[in-house]
């Protein structure tokens, strides 16, 4: 099989790295890539924009199949046009992403189809928000409609906070996505990601991870893309899992395609795990970044024929095993991030891989033939143990064995498992 990855962050380099395993692989291109990607693919310089461009290219390398990595190019439409130009696509339809795309989609869905989440309304102007804050009072959520990096939900813990986010999406910080604000429930509880598949009809459930979105120490500081991450999330325990399929992923897959929107492709289900079990939160429709990586390190599985079988409707004939060891990653990101950093910041030296660890590329390049940093998130150290402590202690190993003068992690990554497995 030829197949032609889209992205160029420390997710699709683990699921280049997991591609590239497969005994089914002719060809593997990424458009754009990294240079820890260009260690397993050919990396293709397209304007992943210019949905002719990709196509062109696929048709020209006859490539038999697309997987795309990142949130943008689905909810652009990418996977629709390379469908309707008969390359078998992984990643859902331009109007399966508004899972992603629009949390306010994503209520009106739960709503209707009765998928546990926090009370919420939608509104398109700054008074009757305001209005809804006051009569419902803190804590509460503000959350800008559409794409904004991550950054545009507000966890008000006073009315004054909540007010001053309704002010700040609609006098356009977040452009365009908050256009419309979603003013939703404050949901208490331990936070956990879920990981599903689904063809459109079936689903396959993967794997658990937990993220850590605050850029310091002990949760402190600003929201990130994610800091690090670990899988599995010891929250979800089997019979968690169970529910969560039942009453989220489930019926979330049969109305969307009551609704005319089947969605194929990964379900990343962000959750809270209330005293009344699981909640949405929110939907993303790919990969979590870093959560990738570990999910990645941890499946036993040839990931090609999954994600093909996803995309071609067939998913109720594969499989996928688990390691039952932890991974855990830790992300080295340029000093100063997720505010300005300086750029193309000398990296010299990146450890080899072990068979316990490997270090995956995010945000680097080659300049003059030699690695910088050209992003905020640059390197993903990602390790196995037989618990996250384990997994936690190599990784930070490794971490240490980078040599980048201008980069910086958490160095608690882990912590409420590496808690829970000392109790
Ligand atoms: P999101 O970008 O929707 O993932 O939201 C960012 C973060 O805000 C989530 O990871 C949660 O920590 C928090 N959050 C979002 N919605 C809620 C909610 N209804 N209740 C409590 N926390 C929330
Ligand atoms: N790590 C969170 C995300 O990928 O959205």
Not at 14 to 31: H, N, R, T, V
Not at 129 to 141: D, M
Not at 155 to 162: D, G, P, S, Y
Not at 263 to 282: D, H, R, Y
């Amino acid at each position: 099989m030829k197949v032609l990855l889209i992205g160029s962050g420390g997710r699709e380099h683990a699921l280049a790295w997991k591609i590239a395993q497969s005994p089914l692989l002719d060809a593997l291109y990424a458009a754009p890539g990294n240079p820890g990607i260009a260690d397993h693919a050919t990396l293709v310089a397209l304007n992943v924009e210019d949905h002719a461009a990709v196509i062109a290219f696929a048709k020209e390398k006859a490539i038999d199949f697309v997987v795309i990595g990142p949130e943008a190019p689905l909810v652009a439409g990418l996977a629709d046009d390379l469908r309707a130009a008969g390359i078998a696509t992984f990643g859902p339809s331009k109007a399966a992403a508004q899972l992603e795309g629009s949390k306010g989609f994503t209520k009106d869905l739960c709503a209707r189809y009765d998928i546990p989440t926090g009370a919420y309304q939608r509104f398109k102007s700054a008074e009757p928000a305001r209005n809804y804050v006051r009569e419902q009072g803190a804590p509460i959520v503000i959350k800008a409609d559409g794409l904004a990096a991550g950054k545009g939900v507000t966890v008000a813990m006073t009315e004054a906070e909540a007010l001053a986010a309704i002010d700040e999406c609609f006098d356009g910080a977040f452009g365009t996505a908050g256009a419309e604000v979603v003013v939703e429930a404050f949901l208490d509880g331990e936070e956990a990601s879920f990981f599903c598949l689904s063809d459109g009809k079936t689903a396959l459930a993967l794997a658990t991870a937990q993220d850590h979105k605050r850029v310091g120490d002990g949760d402190t500081g600003p929201n990130t893309g994610g800091m690090g991450a670990y899988s599995p999330a010891p929250v979800m325990t089997p019979a968690m899992v169970e529910r969560t399929m039942k009453e989220i992923i489930e019926p979330t897959i049969s109305g969307m395609a009551k609704d005319g929107n089947p969605f194929s492709g990964v379900f990343f289900a962000g959750l809270m795990i209330t005293a009344k079990g699981p909640e949405l939160i929110e939907y993303n429709v790919r990969f979590g970044d870093p959560e990738c990586q570990v999910l990645m390190m941890r499946l036993k599985s040839d990931l090609l024929p999954i994600l093909y079988a996803t995309a071609t409707g067939t998913l109720d004939k594969v499989q996928a095993e688990w390691r039952d060891d932890a991974a855990l990653t830790v992300v080295l990101a340029s000093k100063g991030y997720p505010g300005a950093y300086d750029k193309n910041t000398p990296i010299a030296h990146v450890p080899e891989a072990s068979a316990e660890a490997k270090v995956f590329h995010a945000g680097t390049a080659l300049k003059d033939g030699k690695l910088v940093a050209t992003g905020g998130r640059v390197l993903n150290v990602t390790a196995f143990g037989k618990d996250v402590t384990e997994a936690q202690a190599r990784a930070y190993a490794l971490t240490d064995r980078v040599e980048w003068e201008n980069g910086f992690c958490r160095r608690d990554i882990g912590w409420q498992a590496v808690a829970r497995e000392k109790a």
